[in-house]
C-alpha cells in the first residue's frame, strides 16, 4: 500500500519493438528519496540466441519476491510476444543482482516437429 510519503511510478519493459509498453509500478518513499531501505535491486534481461530483448530492473524485497517476478514478466512477453517464439525458439531470462551475479535462469525452448511442415 502507498502512504502520503510515498507515491507509485510506472518503471518501462521495452519490448520487442521499443514502445515499452509492459512495464512494473513500483513505490518510491519521497521523504528520503529512494525505494524503501528493505528492498534489494535484481536485474532481468530476457535474450535470444542473436539479441537481447528486454533488459529491466526492479527493487524487490527478496529473491523469492525476485523469482515470482521472472515467472510473471516471462508470462507476460509469451502473451504479448508469443509469435515471436516460433521465431527465435529460445528465450533465456537472467536474474541478477546489482553485482551482476547470476541468481537464477528461466529457459523457453519451442521446437517444430517433423509432423509441421513449415
Not at 509500478?25 to 535474450?47: C, S, W, Y
Not at 512477453?77 to 521465431?87: E, G, M, T
Request: hydrophobic share 45%; aromatic share 6%; glycine share 6%.
Amino acid at each position: 500500500m502507498i502512504t502520503t510519503n510515498q507515491a507509485a511510478i510506472f518503471i518501462p519493459l521495452t519490448g520487442f519493438d521499443g514502445t515499452g509498453k509492459l512495464g512494473i509500478v513500483a513505490e518510491i518513499d519521497l521523504v528520503r528519496g529512494h525505494m524503501p531501505a528493505n528492498t534489494k535491486r535484481f536485474h532481468f534481461q530476457v535474450r535470444t540466441g542473436t539479441h537481447v530483448m528486454v533488459t529491466d530492473a526492479a527493487e524487490l524485497a527478496d529473491t523469492d519476491e525476485a523469482r515470482v517476478e521472472a515467472a510473471k514478466r516471462i508470462g507476460e512477453l509469451l502473451q504479448v510476444h508469443a509469435s515471436k517464439l516460433w521465431v527465435d525458439e529460445d528465450w533465456q531470462m537472467d536474474v541478477t543482482d546489482e553485482t551482476g551475479l547470476i541468481l537464477f535462469v528461466i529457459n523457453v525452448n519451442a521446437m517444430k516437429s517433423s509432423a509441421v511442415s513449415k
